[in-house]
């Protein structure tokens, strides 16, 4: 039973709708071979951190990464520790570029706690950023959406150029239909196993 692990974004949760839809998929399609990992990430970037170490600690019984908007970020890192594949959903390509705009206090819409985004906050988020460079020699396949309202999708061309892009017009940052591409996503994740 290989171990597929799925970062949420922003703001977001292990109940959100495409970690629900994977978990479902996964249940109903590879119950004997995949086990989804959903971690409700903290909301502080050390504590993310703390617990991404945790979950790659045993990298020889994972699948891959799945990862959206700043969990597609979370995920270009955890395949630069582990050398394991990765998808990235709408992935956020400088996200603390992006939180530079919401500085202050917020509170999580889903575990209701409150927590504040400062320059140090998006300090520490740096510690995850891979280059273009490094991103070359990883198995990574992006999916990106051109009408996501929340991030610029050529940031993420431009940084994953090097990486399978797919491209598609229309859709969200939500990423429309995404079960209809599920499959493709994880047929990317075991064909690129070493």
Known sequence: MKKLIYLHGFLSS??????????EYCQQHYA???QIIA???ANYPEQVAEQLSELL???QNILGFIGSSLGGYLASYCAKQTGLPAVLINPAAYPYDL???????HQHPYTKEFFTIDDSFNLSLRQF???????QALKISVWLQTEDETLN???AQDKYQYNELNIQAGGSHAFDNYIEHLPSM??????SQA
């Not at 292990?14 to 978990?23: D, R, V, W, Y």
């Not at 939180?99 to 206090?105: D, Q, R, S, V």
């Not at 994880?186 to 064909?191: A, E, I, K, S």
Request: proline residues 5%.
């Open 14 to 23: 292990p109940l959100s709708l495409k970690a629900q839809l994977t978990l």
């Open 32 to 34: 004997d071979s995949i």
């Open 39 to 41: 971690p409700q990430l």
């Open 57 to 59: 600690a045993d990298k």
């Open 99 to 105: 939180l530079a705009n919401y500085l202050g206090e």
């Open 129 to 135: 950023d891979v280059t273009k460079q490094e991103l």
């Open 153 to 155: 999708y050529q940031e």
């Open 186 to 191: 994880l047929q990317y994740l075991f064909n």
